[in-house]
């Protein structure tokens, strides 16, 4: 069984980042900027707790790309940064692995930022930081 939480997380973020739209997909056509394109990475067995009964845990992990094109688009991205952090750390307690300014060369007016964050999940939903 796949532990999945994407969506809640993606719940989550949609009604508490409130400053930008909030994508799962990047879109195929110019997007309402800000924009926050949140995706799952990984999602696989976390072996060391598997037994007789299957897989207990799963090991997950999300990428959060802000994307801004505003006058004062890094204060803005800091601002929405801070926002996902706290649910994405603060709420669900999630390590951050990465969070840094990533050059977005398709539009170098478009200020690009990513975060990663990873947890452990097990079967009944709980959450653990690393």
Same mark, same amino acid.
């Given at each position: ?51 007789t009964g ?16 505003? /006058? #004062?688009? %890094? ?8 926002? =996902? ?6 709420? @669900? +307690? ?12 398709? /539009? #170098?007016? %478009?200020y690009r930022?990513?975060?990663?964050y990873t947890? =452990? ?6 959450? @653990? +930081?690393?």
């Amino acid at each position: 069984m796949i532990i999945d939480i994407t969506n809640e997380v993606y719940t989550k973020l949609k009604s508490t980042v409130t400053s930008a739209t909030i994508l799962t997909e990047y879109p195929e056509s110019t997007p309402v900027f800000p924009c926050v394109v949140f995706s799952e990475l990984l999602n696989n067995t976390y072996e060391e707790t598997i037994d007789t009964g299957g897989q207990n845990h799963g090991d997950v992990s999300f990428e959060v790309q802000i994307f801004s094109n505003s /006058d #004062t688009k %890094i204060t803005q991205v800091k601002s929405i940064r801070n926002s =996902i952090d706290s649910v994405m750390a603060d709420t @669900y +307690g999630m390590s951050r692995t990465y969070s840094n300014a990533v050059p977005n060369y398709m /539009d #170098t007016n %478009i200020y690009r930022y990513v975060l990663r964050y990873t947890c =452990i999940v097990d079967a009944n939903r709980k959450i @653990y +930081g690393r």
